[in-house]
């Protein structure tokens, strides 16, 4: 049987999960980078006056800009 002390079990029970995290983290974050422009815009249809228009921001919603008309995103 594997003998180990507690404290390298609380080591490894804390440690792999955050290195695990961590990884996930950085391949999401260089994913991101990678993709093109056109796929971070969100897609606003303005309500009040029907001008489409999108921004790069990653926001649930965005005034238009020719009445100001607060708007959610159709497509992020
Ligand atoms: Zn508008």
Redesign the pocket.
């Known amino acids: 049987m594997i003998h180990l002390e507690i404290g390298a079990i609380l080591l490894i029970f804390v440690s792999v999960p955050l290195v695990v995290t961590a990884v996930l983290a950085l391949y999401y974050n260089i994913r991101s980078i990678h993709r093109p422009m056109r796929e971070r815009e969100s897609i606003y249809s303005?309500s009040?006056?029907?001008?489409v228009y999108a921004f790069a921001r990653n926001r649930p919603m965005d005034r238009?800009p020719?009445?100001?008309?607060l708007?959610e995103a159709v497509r992020t």
Not at 48 to 51: E, I, K, P, R, V
Not at 66 to 69: A, K, S, T, V
Request: proline share 0%; net charge positive; hydrophobic share 0%.
């Open positions: 303005c009040n006056c029907g001008h238009c020719r009445c100001g008309h708007n």
